[in-house]
Nanobody, 120 residues
Framework: QVQLVESGGGLVQPGGSLRLSCAASGSISNIVAMGWYRQAPGKERELVASITSGGSINYADSAKGRFTISRENAKNTVSLNLQMNGLKPEDTAVYYC????????????WGQGTQVTVSS
């Protein structure tokens, strides 16, 4: 199993920046990919950015040029970060960290979510 704990959300003005972090612990050696999703009120959950264990990165069109995903590996933990610049009101959502774990089969583990509100 993998445990995920997110941090870094909050209230920011349009044009501002936030950095989200997700600390992963547990069976981290079996993680094949991690990513950030978000869900705004009344909308479906959508992918923001993802990174594989091999370092391949994918961004949603809405995140390209503004957001940067990164991953830091330590002995017993993995930290997934999302640097968000140039925030817009439409970026307001609950942001979730996800880890894709593969042993015999693949399973997704989700964090509890962190609220990001972009408003003046």
């Amino acid at each position: 199993q993998v445990q995920l704990v997110e941090s870094g959300g909050g209230l920011v003005q349009p044009g501002g920046s936030l950095r989200l972090s997700c600390a992963a612990s547990g069976s981290i050696s079996n993680i094949v990919a991690m990513g950030w999703y978000r869900q705004a009120p009344g909308k479906e959950r959508e992918l923001v950015a993802s990174i594989t264990s091999g370092g391949s990165i994918n961004y949603a069109d809405s995140a390209k040029g503004r957001f940067t995903i990164s991953r830091e590996n330590a002995k017993n933990t993995v930290s997934l970060n999302l640097q968000m610049n140039g925030l817009k009101p439409e970026d307001t959502a609950v942001y979730y960290c996800v880890a894709v774990v593969k042993v015999l089969s693949t399973r997704d583990y989700w964090g509890q979510g962190t609220q990001v509100t972009v408003s003046s």
